[in-house]
């Protein structure tokens, strides 16, 4: 495979003993442009799956890649029981494997890929025009690299995790967060951040459409008054018994210096946040994620589509500058 190099050598270094080895500058795998819902919060990828062309979501809030019942069915896959399984946020679980004999993603080809199936009660959510959804790309396929998503031009970038560390920002940018991560039980992108003064940890999801925080964190941190005309009830979660779920406009999330400003977030408890439009809302592959368990803050694409984000998986790294001019 043709290596595209994408930034010139990080340093000069002296070839005498004892120095250590030079770092290696980044290397393009692979780019490609991806398309986003009506909404413009989530990203479907083109892919192509045993020969045939499809398209997929792109959500680091999952564990495992995912494929629906129907793109199971048409696209002729043998589906397995297996030993694991994989638990959804919704409360059902998967025990049954995929293996696709071929799976590419732009210039990156794999054998031998294995899936988990979706209940027949899960559906990949979103609006997305013109486009059918097979599935969702989830960690398992991304976190060998690093992932570079570019909401400003629309595209994705893989490249290798083997480069200087901290040498990634090779776009012109005004301004740079520099956010330690790290991956909690299912596979979610965790970092801190600071909302209205306080700090929280926070799951960065592409899947979800929507950024959410659990209600009872904002009664008792923000002093937030469900119901109240600064934060009014928007309806009931589905499927949640009942649980309604409210907004609220806070004045600012910080990433370690990137702001943002007016920041509307969706309130609603952590048991009944699995039910919103998130899609799969995969949980851990071995055992189950408690909703206690979870970050009190869910960061989703109605946030993130302001930035240009690198996720540098090796260096537990999150780099994000604003974004550069939307392309919807």
């Given at each position: 495979m043709r290596r595209l190099w994408i930034i010139v050598a990080c340093g000069l270094f002296a070839a005498s003993p004892g120095l250590?080895?030079?770092?290696?500058?980044?290397?393009?795998?692979?780019?490609l442009h991806f398309q986003r819902d009506r909404s413009g919060t989530r990203i479907t990828l083109p892919v192509t799956i045993d020969g045939q062309a499809r398209?997929?979501?792109?959500?680091?809030?999952?564990?495992?890649?995912?494929?629906?019942?129907?793109?199971?069915?048409?696209?002729?896959?043998?589906?397995?029981?297996?030993?694991?399984?994989?638990?959804?946020?919704?409360?059902?679980?998967?025990?049954?494997?995929?293996?696709?004999?071929?799976?590419?993603?732009g210039r990156l080809h794999w054998r031998r890929?294995?899936?988990?199936?979706?209940g027949a009660n899960q559906n990949i959510g979103g609006q997305?025009?013109?486009?059918?959804?097979?599935?969702?790309?989830?960690?398992?396929?991304?976190?060998?690299?690093?992932?570079?998503i570019d909401y400003g031009s629309n595209t994705l970038s893989i490249l290798s995790p083997d480069h200087c560390r901290g040498r990634v920002i090779y776009w012109k940018t005004s301004a740079v967060a520099a956010v330690p991560m790290s991956l909690n039980d299912g596979?979610?992108?965790?970092v801190r951040v600071v909302l209205d003064g306080v700090a929280l940890n926070a799951i960065v999801d592409t899947g979800a459409s929507r950024s959410v925080l659990n209600l009872s964190t904002a009664e008792s941190d923000f002093s937030v008054t469900p119901g109240s005309p600064r934060t009014p009830s928007v309806g009931h979660v589905p499927g949640s018994n009942g649980d309604s779920y409210?907004?609220?406009?806070?004045?600012?999330?910080?990433?370690?210096?990137?702001?943002?400003?007016?920041?509307?977030?969706?309130?609603?408890?952590?048991?009944?946040?699995?039910?919103?439009?998130?899609?799969?809302?995969?949980?851990?592959?071995?055992s189950h994620q408690n909703a206690g368990d979870l970050a009190p803050?869910?960061?989703?694409?109605?946030?993130?589509?302001?930035?240009?984000?690198?996720?540098?998986?090796?260096?537990?790294?999150l780099y994000?500058?604003?974004?550069?001019?939307?392309?919807?």
């Open positions: 250590a080895k030079p770092c290696k500058p980044l290397t393009l795998l692979t780019r398209d997929m979501l792109l959500d680091t809030g999952a564990s495992f890649s995912l494929l629906s019942p129907a793109a199971v069915k048409a696209l002729h896959l043998p589906s397995r029981a297996t030993d694991w399984h994989l638990y959804l946020l919704s409360g059902s679980d998967s025990q049954y494997g995929i293996r696709a004999r071929t799976f590419a993603l890929v294995d899936f988990f199936e979706m997305f025009s013109g486009t059918k959804l097979i599935g969702a790309l989830g960690d398992n396929m991304l976190r060998n690299f690093d992932v570079d596979g979610q992108i965790t409210f907004v609220h406009r806070f004045h600012s999330l910080t990433f370690n210096g990137i702001k943002v400003s007016n920041p509307k977030l969706v309130l609603v408890h952590n048991a009944a946040r699995r039910h919103l439009d998130r899609g799969p809302a995969l949980g851990s592959l071995f803050l869910l960061i989703g694409g109605d946030i993130l589509q302001h930035f240009h984000i690198y996720i540098a998986y090796h260096e537990h790294m994000i500058t604003p974004a550069g001019r939307p392309q919807h």
